[in-house]
């Protein structure tokens, strides 16, 4: 099996539980990745301080210091390609992302949300989960594309709903299969079992490019 350590640019917003989850996975000889930058839009988001206290590179860029979603896409480009990043993770990055940044990672973006994909995107996939009803939630980790958590599928994981949950104990359990689903997911990448269609196998509105992954 060939096995290449994985350059990676970890885009955060908040608590940074996803990024500390690489980190640790790294550090215990669980996942074979480097992480070359964290950039956070905000500058005082605990995932910042978490990539300090690991040594790990950080550069925060405010909205307000650019003029359009593009310009600061931009420079969250620039900066990624100058510290070595070819992956790049949406770990709680709380930003639309335009095609300034899909173009320049075609395919190697990756984002995990907290939903069984396509049910609830958007925001607060737990609380919408629990005000639905489902009996079964889960979290997904898939690859970025124009459409918001629309993109092609890597990874699901799935718990089950308890009758007393509420947003809030629904996204505590499925913060730990989140944090299990990306590392399985960058482990599996960092080992070449990540397979992406070029295109979807048929034409149609709801065929969609498929991901194979190797065991
Ligand atoms: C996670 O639930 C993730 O799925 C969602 O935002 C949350 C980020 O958590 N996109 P953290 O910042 O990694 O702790």
Redesign the pocket.
């Known amino acids: 099996m060939e096995v290449s350590t994985l350059k990676l640019g970890i885009l ?10 690489i980190i640790d996975a790294i550090r215990e000889e669980r996942l074979d990745a480097d992480i070359k930058l964290v950039v956070s839009n905000r500058s005082k ?3 910042v301080e978490r990539a300090r206290a690991a040594n790990v590179p950080v550069q925060c860029f405010r909205a307000k210091d650019f003029s359009d979603r593009e310009c600061f896409d931009g420079a969250v480009v620039e900066a990624l390609q100058e510290a070595g990043a070819e992956w790049v993770i ?5 930003r639309l992302i335009t095609p300034v940044l899909l173009n320049a990672f075609e395919d190697r973006i990756i ?4 939903s069984l994909l396509p049910a609830f995107p958007g925001l607060k ?2 609380e919408q989960a629990v005000q639905y009803g489902v009996k079964v939630a889960g ?1 997904t980790v898939h690859f970025v594309d124009e459409a918001t958590d629309g993109g092609p599928v890597i990874g699901q994981r799935a718990i089950a709903v308890n009758d007393d949950d509420d947003a809030d104990s629904l ?1 505590e359990r ?2 730990v299969e ?1 944090h299990r689903l990306l590392v399985d997911v960058l482990a599996a990448l960092s080992e070449d079992r990540i397979e992406l269609d070029p295109q979807p196998p048929e034409s149609g509105t709801g065929s969609r490019r498929r991901v194979h992954v190797k065991r």
């Open positions: 955060v917003s908040g608590r940074g539980s996803n990024l500390q989850a988001a605990v995932a949406l770990a709680g990055f709380m984002n995990v949300h907290p996939a737990q979290c996204a499925l913060l989140e």
